[in-house]
Nanobody
């Protein structure tokens, strides 16, 4: 059974940092593109970052570029999202997901993996940025 479990969420003050982890079980993560998505109350799900199986391609949404860093350790079957300079608008439930083949949606300002291509999803981790 394919399973992804996120951890590392919590409450942090504006300007602070958090590191989310996504551990896979039941399958080998190294074959999959990993995506991080988030959904805030009353808003649509947003793709914020994704990383290719080898880690050579990393995409970021404009809303997090320069503040968030995606990485992976295939030997540990784990992916990470390092979040720095957090803002109140980063408050959301954060999900990791895995896709064997993830297409990119390219606009004038950014490229991001298409969420519909991700077949395995974690349960989500709450991130709250508030003073």
């Amino acid at each position: 059974q394919l399973q992804l479990v996120e951890s590392g969420g919590g409450l942090v003050q504006p300007g602070g940092s958090l590191r989310l982890s996504c551990v896979a079980s039941g399958f080998t993560l190294e074959r999959y593109t990993i995506g991080w998505f988030r959904q805030a109350p009353g808003k649509e799900r947003e793709g914020i970052s994704c990383i290719s199986p080898s880690g050579g391609i990393r995409l970021y949404a404009n809303s997090v570029k320069g503040r968030f860093t995606i990485s992976r350790d295939n030997a540990k079957n784990t992916a990470y999202l390092e979040m720095n300079t957090l803002k109140p608008e980063d408050t959301a439930i954060y999900y990791c997901a895995a896709a064997l083949r993830a297409r990119q949606e390219v606009t004038n300002t950014q490229a991001m993996c298409i969420s519909e291509d991700f077949s395995s999803w974690g349960q989500g981790a709450q991130v709250t940025v508030s003073s």
